[in-house]
């Protein structure tokens, strides 16, 4: 599985933002997905995920506020985040969990909130 990440950039607080992240390669090995991200100076963190029969979990720090969504027939899973706060500003890291326990990350995307 190859996971391609876009949709970072500067928004001002307040803003929203949504994130893309495409699959490709063996993709019925997928069971689950998600997005995980990493402050500077802070541990990484899980946001969000979204398993294969559509339940989801978020970070008590972002309820109410990202919904994480799946396009099957696209192999995409999104996560649209509103009210953005600075407190968000961190590298989005798109993450699948794959049958046989193998995990795939794709690469980075940066979001920064900030006026």
């Known amino acids: 599985v190859q996971l391609q990440a876009s949709g970072g950039g500067l928004v001002q607080p307040g803003g929203s933002l949504r994130l893309s992240c495409a699959a490709s390669g063996i993709i019925f090995s997928i069971n689950s997905m998600g997005w995980y991200r990493r402050a500077p100076g802070k541990q990484r963190e899980l946001v969000a995920a979204?398993?294969?029969?559509?339940?989801?979990n978020y970070a008590d720090s972002v309820k109410g506020r990202f919904t994480i969504s799946r396009d099957n027939a696209k192999n995409t899973v999104y996560l649209q985040m509103n009210s953005l706060k600075p407190g968000d500003t961190a590298v989005y890291y798109c993450?699948?969990?794959?049958?046989?326990?193998?995990?795939?990350w794709g690469q980075g995307t940066l979001v920064t909130v900030s006026s």
């Open positions: 993450t699948s969990w794959e049958s046989g326990g193998r995990i795939t």
């Open positions: 979204i398993g294969s029969a559509g339940g989801t």
